[in-house]
């Protein structure tokens, strides 16, 4: 199959539809991001998901609460010096960029935006540091749009069914986005994730309990057991 093309979009939506079924009778629970919706403004949303790359969670939901606590609005975190900054978010991976990335982010959305954070795609994506997985967070998470959020997992299942062939998650976005029909797009992300966390995961996935197995080509599952 050459690099990037799509095999079947009715198959992946049949697959879908059998991950949600298995999923509720399993009672997996949604993925935080699903559980906190409406919990959440757009500002907490963008800044945390930025710190949280390659981060792990139980580092990033602490760093961003005591960034919170000192800065819990853009003006205020543009008012900050970035070495206070870095003091708060660390250890967060990287947290020099990230912290010159998050002030620059508030500078920008005071004055070229009103200062509020964009409610678009393409808006979000104008800001520094802000890709496709975390410009579609904040859509469907912190301003409860419609949105297909391709994160590692999502970008790994589809290629491990066979449906599509990608490099990276960006490229599984732009292929499978628009042939999934509207009222999928955002509930695939969170099907997707909590599928890869407790089942299809990365390592040893347990396809032995899999209701997809005879429609998966498992595709390089063996090199990861």
Same mark, same amino acid.
Request: charged fraction near 15%; aromatic fraction near 8%; charge should be negative.
């Given at each position: 199959m050459p690099e990037g093309s799509l095999v079947d979009d009715q198959k992946i939506l049949r697959l879908l539809r059998r991950v949600d079924r298995f999923l509720q009778k399993k009672n997996v629970p949604e993925p935080a991001a699903e559980q906190m919706t409406g919990k959440m403004v757009p500002y907490d949303v963008l800044i945390m998901t930025i710190l949280s790359l390659r981060t792990k969670d139980s580092v990033t939901i602490p760093a961003s609460q005591r960034l919170f606590e000192k800065a819990p609005d853009l003006?205020?975190?543009?008012?900050?010096?970035?070495?206070?900054?870095?003091? *708060?978010?660390? &250890?967060?991976?990287?947290?020099? $960029?990230k912290a010159k990335t998050i002030k620059t982010i508030a500078e920008r959305v005071l004055t070229e935006f009103g200062g509020k954070i964009p409610?678009?795609?393409?808006?979000? *994506?104008?800001? &520094?540091?802000?890709?496709?997985? $975390?410009?579609?967070l904040v859509l469907t998470v912190g301003f409860e749009k419609e949105g297909f959020c391709v994160d590692i997992h999502v970008h790994r299942i589809l290629n491990r069914w066979g449906v599509i062939q990608t490099h990276s998650p960006d490229a599984t976005y732009h292929i499978v986005e628009p042939v999934l029909p509207r009222k999928w797009k955002r509930r695939a992300n969170a099907l997707l994730v909590a599928f890869g966390q407790h089942f299809c995961r990365p390592v040893s996935p347990f396809c032995s309990v899999c209701p997809l197995l005879p429609d998966c080509n498992r595709i390089e599952v063996d090199k990861h057991r």
């Open positions: 003006p205020s975190l543009s008012q900050m010096k970035i070495s206070d900054i870095e003091s *708060l978010i660390f &250890p967060v991976g990287f947290y020099r $960029t409610d678009t795609l393409e808006g979000l *994506l104008s800001l &520094p540091g802000v890709g496709l997985k $975390t410009a579609n």
